[in-house]
């Protein structure tokens, strides 16, 4: 968590000049047509009306980076600043998710519109920093270019989605929601439900106390809080990626986090300590086998990877907790 709080050698945007800013551009809007290039390739034997969809977003996308590097050429020569989205504080990759074997066309959606949703943003602080009227012209057509962009995720329903295939309309508040909320906080429910294990059931073994061990789990899970809620927010301050306020996110994640922990700790306020620690270990069970789900629902990610990364290694955290108990 701390390495992605200080996000180590990543230049902060505002220290960007504007040949480092037009690279950037470029290069992210490289990255983006070649995504949707690969959308189109993904779901074209389902849904052609979608393929050519994406086609014509990948066009676009080319068609932004042909001006930006026009512009470029004209004021800075051939060659472009190797800088991209990693290297700035605040600017998150593009996730991973479209390289999938398969991919839902809900999870297509929600992605498209992220990605139009960040790029809007981008390009409107982009705009702010630039002095040089043309290239903030250029940087804020552009930005209106994304904002129309963001309403894609709709056309994917109302024009090619029909009958059984058809899902249900997300408004862009129920979407900015699962940016701002759901998000950080399943990542949180994650992280407390793996990294208080060890403690708790270390504490447990090592005293037979089920009051002492609450107590340990009661720390373990509001100190994880405390912890995940400030990396989030500080993790970035929404502006270039619209991923909303950045205490809001934090107190989802926080909370979350929080809540991962207790669910396992809460049991051993029970005095008997093998009637308490029984329990416990059950809701460990359950809450292994639900994050792994909530990462195949949620999170995009195939469930026997989810099931390798979460169970297989939440049970070593466990198991480690209880031979460290009993050393």
Known sequence: MLSRWLQANRREFTSLDIRE???????SEEEDGQIYAAYADRVRAKFPASAKLFEGMAAEENEHRRQLLDLYQQRFGETLVPIRREHVRGYLSRKP???????????VRQQVWEMERAAYHFYLEAAKQVADAEVRKLLGDLAEQEKKHEYTADRLEAEHLHGDAK???ASEEHRQFVLTYVQPGLAGLMD???????PIFAAAFATGSTWETFLVGLAASVGAGISMGFTEAASDDGKLTGRGSPVRRGFAAGIMTAVGGLGHALPYLITDFWTATGIAIAVVFVELWAIAFIQNRFMSTPFWRAVLQVVLGGSLVFAAGILIGNA
């Open 21 to 27: 800013i037009l690279s950037l551009a470029v290069h």
């Open 97 to 107: 998710v479209w390289l999938m074997a398969e991919l839902s066309i809900e999870t």
């Open 167 to 169: 899902a249900e309309e």
């Open 192 to 198: 407390g439900s793996v990294s208080t294990l060890a």
